[in-house]
């Protein structure tokens, strides 16, 4: 799938996610060039590293945190805005400074800056990343050329115009791996990006042909960040009328999996952690005996026994940027399941239900107990 229009259709959501891997390279040159300053926010090893961001943009933080504290050799953690604002004293609850990273395709969501000024007033030291889609975004404008933050506005082709973020997903995931140093071989990425959308039509129509009511969709380490915004593009694309459904391969046994019926297709997505695949390949069996394999998608390599969607892994490339590469998979499979069912993928929500920009949140005041 380009943008030239493999689809049907030549819609704004089906460009931005063709365009990804030659958005990639720009990504990399715009992080780059931030490298010096981003380097003097990390600061001792004392300091947290927290990183945010509300619905799709709270998933970059949950693909990436795992990688990140595996290069830096300290704790990284993944905290949505909308779970900071709504109890922030739970994430200051001792002394130690903080890296907040925020991820942003706007700034504009509420939850965005409130969670920023939250923690600028709750934590002393406060240090501040921003990655960001919009350098004209509230979030950018309010930290830009403030002391101890950082905004590191990526190219203006991954602000996706679409409803659902796609090239916005992948350009900041791959902007923090790059930020905090992480060895991605861009290149290498691009490639396989661009082999991996040249299969997707083929693949995603199968899927969408079979009329699922219900997509599954599985990850384990990283790649569960990974379901869930696989699980919210379905959700977003096709109106809720198909439903997604996100869990990790161990824990979709403890109740979710109650959810499989007739009409339920299954995407696991294979781990190239050579511990955590073991995981999802036997969920993947598990599924296939339950589902047949006509019902079961596993998005990887070295898998027999159900459909099978190749996405390779490069050399160089840790299972954070090979979520990249997987979400193809999840973002063309939503796109050919919107336009199945009659959907304007752009404008999923014409009556204005949903919007690209949450609306109708109120942010009440916050007064910390005194102990």
Request: charged share 20%; with cysteine; net charge negative.
């Amino acid at each position: 799938m380009h943008s030239s229009g493999r689809w049907p259709g030549d819609s704004r959501t089906a460009r931005e996610i063709g365009q990804q891997p030659a958005t990639w390279l720009r990504v990399a040159d715009a992080v780059r060039r931030a490298r010096p300053e981003i380097g003097r926010l990390v600061g001792d090893e004392r300091r947290r590293i927290v990183l945010t961001g509300a619905g799709t943009s709270a998933f970059v933080g949950e693909v990436v945190a795992r990688d990140l504290a595996r290069h830096l050799g300290r704790p990284v953690e993944a905290i949505a805005t909308t779970d900071i604002v709504a109890d922030p004293s739970a994430v200051t609850v001792d002394e130690r400074p903080i890296l907040l990273v925020s991820f942003a395709r706007s700034g504009n969501s509420p939850e965005s800056v409130a969670a920023a000024d939250l923690l600028d007033r709750l934590t002393p030291g406060l240090r501040h990343l921003v990655i960001t889609c919009d350098p004209e975004g509230q979030l950018a404008r309010r930290w830009s050329g403030a002391a101890d933050a950082v905004v590191v506005a990526l190219p203006d082709e991954v602000n996706d115009r679409g409803f659902a973020m796609t090239s916005s997903f992948t350009g900041m995931a791959l902007a923090a791996l790059l930020a905090f140093g992480v060895d991605v071989d861009v290149e290498a990425l691009a490639r396989a990006g661009t082999a991996v959308l040249e299969e997707a039509a083929e693949h995603a129509s199968a899927i969408s042909g079979a009329k699922p009511a219900r997509l599954v969709f599985l990850g384990s380490g990283p790649l569960l960040g990974l379901a869930r915004e696989a699980a919210l593009k379905c959700l977003e694309l096709t109106r809720g009328e198909v439903v997604g459904i996100a869990d990790s391969a161990l824990g979709f046994r403890h109740g979710p999996k109650s959810v499989l019926d007739e009409r339920t297709i299954a995407v696991v997505f294979l781990s190239t952690d050579p511990h955590a695949r073991q995981y999802d390949v036997d969920i993947a069996r598990e599924l296939v005996q339950s589902l047949g394999e006509e019902r079961v998608v596993v998005v990887g390599t070295g898998f027999g026994g159900a459909r099978v969607w190749p996405v390779p892994s490069p050399p160089q490339v840790p299972v954070a940027g090979y979520a990249l590469l997987a979400v193809i998979a999840a973002q063309t499979t939503a796109l050919a399941c919107s336009l199945a069912l009659g959907i304007t993928p752009d404008n999923p929500f014409p009556d204005g239900e949903v919007n690209r920009v949450v609306q109708g949140v109120v942010i009440h005041d916050f007064t910390p107990e005194v102990s």
